[in-house]
């Protein structure tokens, strides 16, 4: 199992970056497909997540109504639109995937066995 994570940059604040996850190994449509993000000093944080097959978005109350996930079933991929974006949003960006997830896990990241390399975002006020 393979999570290739890409779209990562540099913007300026109120800016949009587009985030892509491509998986290999295993059909993403079965899957809960999730984003984390990890600043300096702080702990992994829940972002945004599709649980499996249903398909329903869940987001952090940070990021609601900026970002959007969503998935193409078609190329096994998953995306996060951001918009607005803000400097408390620099990170690294980890997408993340799990067949057994519970929906009362969705925003734990350790109830995720599958992980992406990470991709940087950084938003400059």
């Known amino acids: 199992v393979q999570l290739q994570a890409s779209g990562g940059g540099s913007v300026q604040a109120g800016g949009s970056l587009r985030l892509s996850c491509v998986a290999s190994g295993i059909p993403s449509d079965s899957y809960t497909m999730a984003w984390f993000r990890q600043a300096p000093g702080k702990e992994r944080e829940f972002v945004a997540a599709l649980f499996r097959r249903a398909g329903t978005p869940f987001y952090a109350d940070s990021v609601k109504g900026r970002f959007t996930i969503s998935r193409d079933n078609a190329k096994n991929a998953a995306y996060l639109q951001m918009n607005s974006l803000k400097p408390e949003d620099t990170a690294i960006y980890y997408c993340?995937?799990?067949?057994?997830?519970?929906?009362?896990?969705?925003?734990?990241?350790?109830?995720?066995?599958?992980w992406g390399q990470g991709t940087q975002v950084t938003v400059s006020s």
């Open positions: 993340a995937a799990e067949d057994s997830l519970i929906l009362s896990s969705i925003r734990t990241p350790w109830a995720y066995d599958y």
